[in-house]
């Protein structure tokens, strides 16, 4: 299995507090994303990256920034959480544009 | 930007039975197609891909799968499915030179002894 965490695993945090999603790679690959996964809509794209300080937009990502400055972390940050944010959370790692490998997911409540 | 549809979000299955999950994704000059599994709690696991070549795949777990062109799809098969393999299951696809995978929906496989 690729060397791919995150932290937390879980949080509950309040609507209007900022959060912050860590994603750490093993394996020096150079492109990492971040996914929210919500019942009836598979995966979604919300940021990706393809080296250090280089980060795009996905399909999803009002509300969310994002910032690599080391090869193995991407973070991922919610400014200020809404209730519409609760969703569980996947990074994803791989050193070419088409085979991703997947970490545990986070967890994430916004009440 | 690609886009793709499982068509079943649920499928039963007895054990031992075949099971046939359907993708069909939008027409591209090229793509590559991929499946993966989301065991329960768990994060998702690449059962296959489809790059270039032969138009049928084999993949982990006795799964296979069919890249149809003119049809768009990329369907996964199992000739006989064990309990263990209840699970939901991807269909995703990227389009040549898109360094972004789109994902379906999801299928939800349960198996039945």
């Known amino acids: 299995d690729a060397g791919i965490t995150q932290s937390p695993r879980h949080k509950v945090t309040e609507t209007g507090t900022p959060v912050t999603l860590r994603c750490h790679q093993t394996e020096n690959h150079r492109y990492m994303y971040w996914y929210r996964q919500d019942p009836g809509h598979g995966l979604r794209l919300i940021h990706y990256?393809?080296?250090?300080?280089?980060?795009d937009k996905g399909e999803v990502s009002d509300g969310y920034s994002v910032s690599r400055s080391k090869t193995e972390d991407f973070l991922l940050t919610l400014e200020s959480a809404t209730s519409s944010q609760t969703s569980v959370y996947f990074c994803?790692?791989?050193?070419?544009?088409?085979?991703?490998?997947f970490g545990p997911g986070t967890r994430l409540t916004v009440t | 930007a690609q886009s793709v549809t499982q068509l079943d979000s649920q499928v039963p299955v007895f054990e031992e039975a075949p099971v046939e999950l359907r993708c069909n994704y939008s027409?591209?000059?090229?793509?590559?197609l991929f499946w993966y599994v989301q065991y329960p709690n768990q994060g998702l696991q690449l059962l296959l891909k489809?790059?270039?070549?032969?138009?049928l795949v084999k993949g982990i777990n006795g799964f296979e799968a069919e890249f149809n062109k003119s049809q768009t799809s990329f369907h996964l098969r199992k000739p006989s499915v064990h309990i263990s393999d209840t699970a939901e299951y991807f269909c995703a696809v990227a389009g040549s030179g898109d360094y972004k995978l789109s994902f379906g929906a999801g299928t939800t496989v349960t198996v039945r002894a």
């Open positions: 990256s393809y080296g250090v300080k280089d980060t």
């Open positions: 489809y790059l270039s070549g032969s138009t």
């Open positions: 994803a790692i791989s050193d070419n544009p088409y085979e991703q490998y």
């Open positions: 027409s591209s000059v090229s793509v590559y």
